[in-house]
Structures are given as C-alpha cells and as structure tokens.
C-alpha cells in the first residue's frame, strides 16, 4: 500500500509540472529569466525585511555567509540590489533594492500570484482550498521538524 501511495505521488507530481506550464508561464516574466532562484529570493527577502542583516538572511535561506556574499555581489554587477553603509553602526553595512530591484520583485509578485491563483482556482470550493492548505501546511511543518 506504502508503495503505491509514493508511486501516485510521484505521477501526480510529475503530470503537475508538465500541466502547470511553469516555464510557459515564467515567459510572460522576462526580468525571471536571467535570475536564478537563489537571487530571487534574495530581492524577495530584501523587499520584506528592508532592515535585515546579513546573519539573519543566511538564516531564512539557510545558506552560508560566503554564498550569500556571492549572491550580493552577482545581484550588485546585475544592478539589483546595492550595498549601503549601515546607519547604526558604520563598521557594517546593508542591502538595498534598486529601482531595478523592485521592479524584479513586482515581476516575481505578480508571477507567483498568477501560478497560486490558479492552483486554488483548480479546487471547486472554498472548503477544498482550506483543505488543501491545511494540508500542504502540515506536510511543511514536518519537512521543517526534520
């Protein structure tokens, strides 16, 4: 029985990449293109959390500090994020988003909407989308306690 439940998810994953047509989606988005998703959720954490420092972004991506360097500077060369002295303690400095930057992350909003939108659009009731959100929340939660 165990394995035919990983055998349907496994097909139910896979028919789900093919018929969600990221990458078709994804092409609507052009700035997406050039960003791999690492840099993507580096202008993604810097829109939400402005004040972040260095310790606590390594932290939400669960990377480490030299990766994360690598990661500034690629975005800095690409004119998405600037490096800004920090104004507490000037021994340290901040990230900024660019203008560029911003207009990235309203790219990367508006595309993770549409994909969202019609995943609960697929589901007929308001009862079937809190069900599956309950759900996915759970598997989450115990991916994270792992």
Request: net charge neutral.
């Amino acid at each position: 029985m165990q394995n035919d439940n990983l055998i349907k998810l496994n097909e139910i994953w896979h028919r789900f990449i093919k018929v969600a047509n990221l990458e078709q989606t994804r092409k609507l988005y052009p700035l997406l293109k050039e960003l791999s998703t690492s840099e993507v959720s580096l202008i993604n954490i810097l829109s939400l959390f402005p004040e972040i420092n260095f310790s606590d972004i390594c932290q939400r991506m669960q990377i480490p500090k030299s990766t994360l360097t690598s990661l500034v500077d690629r975005l800095e060369k690409k004119n998405y994020i600037k490096r800004v002295i920090n104004k507490n303690d000037r021994r340290y400095y901040g990230l900024e988003l660019t203008e560029e930057g911003r207009r990235m992350q309203t790219e990367h909003e508006r595309f993770e909407s549409e994909i969202c939108q019609r995943v609960l659009n697929a589901l007929d009731a308001e009862h079937e989308r809190k069900i599956f959100l309950d759900l996915l929340e759970k598997v989450i939660t115990n991916f994270e306690s792992e």
